[in-house]
């Protein structure tokens, strides 16, 4: 007989079958089994009843033994248990399902529909949508989206398996081949958004794609794409199409083929790199970076290309990145370029290379890091072979490093390892230091034991152990040792270009020592208020070398010998620090200006080392340098990496002085009781020291500097100045050709005081201003900077360099900004004519909207009466596109760049290059 159960069972009612009902959830496979057993059940009943029993009662009895089963969960487990070995149908694994409306079943048929917000969980595989059907008879699951009163359909499947998401309009899937018909399509893999009319897929995830389009734009109309008629995926390895054309904005633009093979989102596939092709001035029409693309594993690959120009040049380049999970990454890059008759009329060849490599480690905590920043080859490079990065093009200086460091575990030991080469290629200034060691112990405090108090400075004696050892090459001038020396050749005061030293030469000038330090501090309270910190420090010096003169009266001249042998040196000095504020408070009874606050920061130090230059050391010798029978102190290790030990006396005291200015005000806009600090001045500083040994010049020149904010912290004011308490005796002077004053002037040993010329003369002052138009960004600034607290010395460099260079730390959450510099530098000395330096910047930029923003940085030399170098840039977010345009209106880098390309990586080829450079000029 023909058993049908048709009941609404609401969701609230139905679970999973377990020992426990959970979350809406069922488990067919059990049903199934159960609803089995009641069809089995129910034909026997019917066999027993009369035969003109009313059928209705019988699916009622069905139905409600149904019922009974579906919430009766400890007769069900025993069902279950004792069917467990049973499978029914081809289900292999637990499918998962839920609808917000209701469920209708149809045992007959083994047909289960899902109404309302439907959605399936089956392996890897989920699919939701606003009605779906499952057909265990035939293995299909069918999913269907409704059309709602305004005729608009709604509840469109969506179906997921792995990473993979196809968006339908409807679909067929059958579970158990894997196999699918999909009409209306639209599926994200990785980057790449295709689009669809009809799609079959088979048991091996290939699809088939009728009137199909590729894009990497996410939008349901999306601006840009490719249109085929067919299209075929196959999963990590290729996209392949048919004849296919481009279209932007559904505009199709002359660019198609008769087939295609498209990029694939998830695996790195290797493949040809299309060149981009241009014109130069110099040397002529080219095609630049066109190669191979090698996809060697997942964690490195390699990037060959070449440069072609019709004037005869070429270039080779390789680049690879590599990375290994939590150890480690980095990028590595060669080029070399050969460069022929770059000047008109000119046949010499060029050859020209650049590396660069960088290497971070990526692993915590662990003890041993490698780490390298490479970027180092000729000095023409950059010249011969300029950018769209102007900074770039304009860098003099690079410095490259690699080091490799570890601590000792369960030790206070630790070690760097390290190369680092240092490179101007405007001098041609070349400093390999290879290798350089350092050994470090930290901080160990021997009598640190028992309860700690800030009165017991015993306990706080530390001392620490550091050793460096160096080996550096350089081709830098030696200089004139201002006396004649044998064998002395006057390339010595000049740069010797690599090219004619050659690497033996520059190894053969090579330095190299190791130097040990061993501080030993502590620290005590006097008269509760005073921080006394005496300390001493030791160095020792070792070289395989060290030099030996001696005056030869035949050629008068000195002979210089160099004495292969181990030979140790030694120094040591002692110091004493006294440190301490002072606060002080004037209070008003008046109701704007209630109180002002100055605190002072007097430091003493105190510090004394003896003269090494003397005879009882043997670091110096006391050579004759002329036939006047003139002598004067040598020091064998002179010119050494580290070098000599410091000559004559010395005890020393040094003075400085911190001073902080604040006010609190309150104005009748303050609705509370609380007052607002007003800072009216952040600093204000003097230091120098006196030299108690020394024969003469006891006072070092007097430094002064200060800084605050002026306007309720609108205008940032900055002062420093030297002042020279002695003074100067002009002997002659002159004019240049060109009418500069020339004089020849000694510094006297006298003060300026004495002689009633007041403290002294100042030889150098400077000003910076600087101000921030826009009032949030100026405010943020403020903020950080007071969250920053009281500086020091290196602190105070970084923030002042940030200032000075504003176009290097653009904020964009600040809608606009415009920004000024001024600094102006006085120098002076004695009777010499004063030099004074100006220089203005200013920058600011621009966001008009969330997609438009818009730099420029500029600055005016008021020596040359010229602006400096100016730079326009605006950028543009087209969602799926992007636009960069930059230009140099004038200059010898006057240039225009204009780049839209696709943000996508798939599909960076598809890009419109529009260029003026500088060097085609």
Not at 211 to 237: D, M, Q, R, W
Request: with cysteine.
């Amino acid at each position: 007989m023909r058993l049908f159960l048709n009941e609404r069972l609401s969701l609230r009612k139905i679970g999973i079958f377990s020992s426990k009902l959970k979350n809406r959830v069922l488990k067919l496979k059990h049903l199934f089994i159960i609803l089995t057993l009641i069809s089995v059940v129910g034909l026997n009943i019917g066999y027993a009843q009369d035969e003109n029993s009313p059928p209705n009662q019988l699916d009622n009895a069905i139905s409600s033994l149904a019922l009974d089963s579906l919430t009766n969960s400890d007769s069900l487990s025993v069902m279950v248990d004792s069917l467990k070995q049973q499978e029914i149908g081809d289900i292999e694994t637990t499918i998962k399902y839920t609808a917000k409306d209701s469920i209708l079943m149809n045992v007959a048929e083994q047909i289960v529909n899902l109404y309302g917000d439907a959605k399936i969980i089956y392996g890897e595989i989920e699919l939701s949508a606003a009605q779906i059907e499952i057909n265990y008879a035939t293995h299909i699951i069918k999913a269907v989206g409704i059309t709602d009163s305004l005729g608009n359909k709604i509840g469109k499947p969506v179906f997921k398996e792995g990473d993979q998401t196809y968006e339908t309009d409807d679909m067929k899937y059958n579970f158990e081949s894997g196999k699918a018909i999909i009409d209306g399509v639209v599926t994200e893999q990785g980057e790449a958004v295709m689009h669809g009319e009809k799609v079959f897929k088979n048991q091996r995830d290939e699809l088939y794609i009728s009137h199909a389009k590729y894009s990497t734009c996410n939008l349901a109309e999306p601006h840009f794409h490719i249109e085929t008629s067919k299209l075929k995926v196959i999963p990590g390895k290729k996209v392949i199409t048919g004849p296919f054309i481009v279209k932007v904005k559904d505009i199709p633009i002359p660019v198609g083929l008769p087939f295609g093979i498209l990029p694939v989102p998830k695996k790195k596939l290797s493949g040809i790199l299309p060149p981009s092709y241009g014109e130069e001035k110099r040397r002529g029409f080219f095609l630049k970076n066109g190669g191979y693309y090698f996809a060697i594993s997942d964690y490195i690959d390699l990037n060959l290309t070449g440069d072609i120009y019709s004037k005869g040049s070429w270039g080779l380049n390789a680049a690879s990145s590599y990375t290994k999970r939590y150890a480690y990454g980095g990028q590595f890059s060669a080029k070399y370029n050969n460069q022929q008759g770059l000047n008109e009329g000119d046949s010499s060849v060029t050859n020209d290379f650049w590396i660069n490599w960088s290497h971070q480690p990526q692993s915590k905590g662990s003890a041993s890091r490698f780490s390298a920043s490479v970027s180092a080859g000729t000095s023409t490079y950059n010249q011969n072979n300029p950018t769209a990065d102007l900074r770039n093009t304009l860098n003099q200086d690079f410095n490259s490093s690699v080091s490799y460091s570890t601590t000792f575990k369960r030790t206070p030991f630790s070690m760097n390892a390290s190369s680092r080469l240092q490179q101007n290629i405007n001098t041609g200034l070349f400093n390999l230091l290879l290798p350089e060691l350092a050994l470090n112990m930290t901080r160990i405090y021997p009598f640190k034991f028992g309860a700690t108090t800030a009165k017991n400075w015993v306990q706080k004696i530390s001392f620490s152990w550091n050793m460096n050892s160096t080996n550096r090459a350089s081709n830098n001038k030696i200089g004139s040792p201002g006396f004649p020396v044998i064998g002395y050749n006057p390339e010595y005061d000049t740069i010797v270009p690599l090219s004619d030293m050659g690497l033996s030469g520059l190894w053969a000038r090579a330095q190299n020592g190791i130097r040990h330090q061993i501080p030993i501090s502590t620290s005590m309270n006097i008269l509760k208020f005073i921080t006394f910190s005496p300390s001493f420090s030791y160095s020792e010096l070792w070289y395989l070398k060290e030099l030996n003169y001696q005056w030869i009266p035949e050629v008068a001249a000195v002979k210089v010998d160099t004495l292969n042998t181990f030979s140790r040196a030694y120094q040591y000095s002692a110091s004493g620090s006294f440190n301490t504020r002072v606060y002080g408070t004037l209070n008003f009874k008046g109701e704007k200006i209630q109180a002002i606050r100055h605190v002072m920061i007097p430091s003493v130090s105190m510090g004394f080392s003896p003269d090494f230059s003397s005879e009882k050391y043997g670091y110096y010798q006391q050579v004759q340098i002329d036939t006047l029978g003139h002598t004067k102190r040598l020091s064998k290790y002179q010119g050494f990496v580290y070098g000599t030990p410091s000559a004559g006396r010395s005890a020393t005291a040094s003075f400085s002085l911190s001073n902080n200015l604040e006010m609190k005000v309150k104005t009748k806009k303050d609705t509370t009781d609380k007052a607002r600090k007003v800072v009216i001045l952040d600093n204000m500083s003097f230091n120098t020291s006196y030299n108690f040994l020394a024969d003469s010049f006891q006072l070092a020149p007097i430094r002064i500097a200060a800084r605050t904010k002026l306007f309720n912290k609108k205008l940032d004011v900055s002062l420093s100045s030297t002042m020279d308490p002695y003074i100067y005796q002009l002997d002659s002077f002159y004019y240049s050709n060109n009418g500069d004053k020339k004089v020849a002037q000694r510094k006297r040993n006298i003060y300026a005081w004495d002689v009633g010329k007041g403290f002294g003369q100042f030889t150098q002052a400077s000003l910076a201003l600087g101000m921030s138009l826009n009032p949030k960004a100026r405010e943020k600034a403020n903020q950080q900077e007071e969250a920053l607290g009281p500086l020091s010395a290196e602190e105070e460099m970084q923030l002042q360099y940030i200032k000075n260079n504003p176009e290097l730390y653009v904020d964009f959450n600040i809608p606009w900004n415009f920004r000024f510099n001024y600094n102006i530098t006085y120098q002076k000395r004695g009777y010499s004519e004063a030099d004074i330096i100006q220089a203005l910047t200013f920058g600011g930029s621009i966001t008009l909207t969330e997609k438009w923003n818009m730099q420029f940085n500029s600055g005016f030399d008021f020596e040359r009466k010229k602006f400096t170098q100016t730079t326009f840039n605006v950028s543009r977010d087209l969602h799926c596109w992007q636009m960069n345009f930059s230009y140099t209106p004038f200059g010898r880098y006057q240039s225009y760049y204009l780049t839209i390309n696709a943000k996508s990586s798939l599909l960076q080829d598809l890009k419109v290059n529009k260029q003026r450079s500088w060097f085609d000029n």
